[in-house]
């Protein structure tokens, strides 16, 4: 058989039979695992106190799997998990950059995922309007125009310290 000549189907063979894929065919096996939560934050803390201010969401993602992967090597998570999970261990401040666009209504909050509250306002004739959705959680908002998340910045947040503590110290000082 000459290269560029179509390959002959005898009777016996149907088209539903398909000819048993070689060894060098069968399809790869998954070359990465996924972290528990608990693993996910222990990351995420060890890289936000290390790095206290971090540019971008890819960029966490990278610190955080390049972290997990000291323990396993096959270890990868997704951008958007790193973020939510950062959100909600509470070591983390984000700053949001958005966009406005004229699309929608929101219903759950596009950074953090939670449900969004309504702020209402009365109208002239008696009815409620709403003005603006916000989140409880990160404290992104929004208006009539929908702001899409399109920048986020990652900022560790240290512990407050107890200003009275702190007036109190520096009194003492001046004595």
């Not at 189907?9 to 000819?19: A, G, H, K, N, R």
């Amino acid at each position: 058989m000459k290269p560029g000549d179509a390959e002959e189907i005898s009777p016996d063979q149907t088209f539903l039979e398909v000819p048993e894929p070689k060894p060098e065919e069968e399809k790869k096996e998954k070359h990465w695992k996924l972290p528990k939560d608990e693993e996910i934050l222990a990351a995420i803390i060890a890289v936000i106190n290390r790095n206290r201010t971090i540019e971008s969401q890819n960029r966490l993602r990278q610190l955080v799997v390049d972290e997990l992967q000291k323990n396993d090597p096959e270890y990868t998570t997704t951008p958007e998990k790193v973020r939510l999970l950062a959100l909600r261990s509470g070591h983390v401040r984000v700053e949001v950059k958005t966009k406005e666009d004229d699309v929608g209504k929101p219903t759950k909050c596009p950074v953090c995922r939670t449900t969004m509250d309504r702020l209402k306002n009365k109208t002239l004739t008696g009815g409620t309007v709403t003005v603006e959705w916000r989140c409880p959680m990160c404290k992104y908002w929004t208006g009539k125009k929908l702001r899409i998340p399109r920048h986020y910045t990652f900022y560790a947040i240290e512990p407050r310290k107890n200003k009275r503590r702190t007036v109190l110290r520096a009194f003492q000082n001046q004595l």
